[in-house]
């Protein structure tokens, strides 16, 4: 039984994964509170559990934290939602039509080594320091990457499955929308989890800079006053809220395209 678990891309069963994925985190738990509580680690340079539960607890009753969570998942929800309402039908493109290949990916795999927070400067001179500034950060950065990882899952699609439509009638125009798309998705759902982690990551930048709520903000805020505590609750928060986005699209995932898993 164990070397069947052990054997490459072996499997192993929904009970034993969840135990697992549990047990990881009660092992760093314990690591972080053995050495904070036993003076092997500055608390000035990491708090102990206690002192960040008693931070998050300030947080939540006198600094209106809920407020901070609140715009942060607004700024990531709406750059990514505009990135893959963009790149799904670009990187559908690319994916299945040569010639869009050609001349959409060499200037979107240009693009995509430009590091986002270099544009901030241009984007607070071009757009200002609002919303708009923060959300085209994460566009920025998470866009051309979306493109790219649309268009690599489109190219998994067998091209003996296409060949097996033109046999039963399918129309070339009809191929995208009937078999490509369908026969991609679960892929795509996986990618859209990838960038969606990725963009957390940009809002906090952006919230660094002309930024005046947000949890990035607060973690800025923080640093200035060596407020550790506050810092490691902004850093479990987004931990949080991105294991739920992430279980929300397995969850997605498992339900829509089950068949996938098959």
Known sequence: MTRKIFEPQGSIGKRTYTILGTLTFVVVF???FVVTNTGL???SFL???QHTVESAQQLFTDHDFVK???ISTYRVLAGFLISAVIALPVGLLIGTYAPIDAFIEPITSFIRYLPATAFI???ILWIGIDESEKIALIIMG???QLILMVAVDVRKVPH???EVSYTLGTKPSRVLTKIILPASMPHIVDSLRMVLGWAWTYVVVAEMVGASAGIGYMMIQS????NVGNIFVGLLTIGLLGLFFDFLFMGIKKVFFRWSET
């Open 142 to 144: 998470s866009l051309p």
């Open 47 to 49: 708090p102990t559990p």
């Open 68 to 70: 901070d969570i609140g």
């Open 223 to 226: 640093q200035r006053m060596l």
């Open 160 to 162: 003996d499955l296409v």
């Open 41 to 43: 680690v500055d608390p």
């Open 121 to 123: 400067p241009l984007f």
């Open 30 to 32: 314990l690591a972080w």
